[in-house]
């Protein structure tokens, strides 16, 4: 609509001028009529068919400090664990100095202090029960038969109850009377502890013999079957949780491995 308008417009302004041109100079061959970029050209302002502008330089951008990024003392601690792979832990000299040694091996006194608070029953024991229960909660399978699905609440409900007696605690925080924790020293737990502090589900096909408890956690995420968003409850808390854990017990790591290189001279 405006670019028609414009185009008749310049039309006529270019017709009169022809006209005027046509009385006073020789007679010449017709011209053609201007083509449609002549005629858009003539309708532009007169600005923008004079010459070109001067550009003024923009203005100085104000100048700004960028400070570069304080890191964690964990992820510090994490960078220099994973560096040297051949390295064995400063602290304790009782495995390689890698994340899975200080998460879930590093014997320390500081560092094993922070890791039986996340070890804890009321802690990370009854996080793995709380994150169990409520994915298979949330897991359904498509085209299920009522029977059917009695049965898989059935069999979810045994496998949260395995898995309270195996950690002493329920979902909400319970104690179970007369149950004894697990061994979180022991090889099994410390891959359970590694696994769940990285976030990382596993098959039950994962479980070296003799691993019950990892055999049992792993029949539960075999079983979990959930739309992602049904699931990201589950996902928050887990995340949040090992995170949170992470970082302190790397913190203890490194504030240990600091105190050492300073009685050492630095
Ligand atoms: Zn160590």
């Not at 009529?33 to 309708?43: E, F």
């Not at 045994?158 to 979902?171: D, H, I, W």
């Amino acid at each position: 609509m405006t670019d028609s308008d414009s185009e008749t417009g310049t039309d006529s302004s270019s017709d009169s001028g022809t006209d005027s041109t046509a009385t006073t100079a020789a007679p010449t061959a017709p011209r053609a009529p201007p083509s449609a970029i002549q005629r858009t050209v003539s309708a532009l302002p007169a600005p923008c068919r004079g010459p070109p502008r001067q550009r003024q330089p923009p203005p100085s951008a104000p100048t700004r400090r960028v400070t570069p990024p304080v890191e964690s003392a964990a992820l510090v601690a994490w960078r220099r664990a994973s560096n040297d792979p051949e390295a064995t832990c400063t602290l304790c000299g009782g495995g390689p100095e890698d994340p899975f040694h200080v998460l879930s091996e590093c014997t320390h006194p500081a560092v094993a202090a922070v890791r039986s608070c996340v070890t804890s029953p009321l802690a990370l024991a009854r996080k793995i029960v709380w994150i169990c229960e409520v994915a298979l909660a949330a897991s359904s399978t498509p085209g299920e038969s009522p029977g059917q699905q009695a049965a898989s609440k059935a069999a979810a409900a045994q496998l949260v109850s395995g898995l309270v007696a195996v950690f002493g605690v329920t979902s909400d925080g319970t104690l179970v009377e007369g149950a004894s924790p697990p061994d979180w020293a022991s090889a099994e737990m410390r891959t359970v502890l590694f696994r769940f502090l990285a976030v990382l589900p596993f098959p039950a096909s994962a479980a070296a013999p003799g691993h019950g408890v990892v055999r049992l956690l792993g029949t539960v995420f075999d079983r979990v079957t959930a739309k992602a968003h049904k699931l990201r409850p589950v996902a928050n808390a887990w995340v949040g949780f090992a995170g949170a854990a992470v970082t302190s017990i790397f913190h203890a790591w490194n504030a240990a491995f600091d105190a050492l290189r300073l009685e050492r001279g630095g």
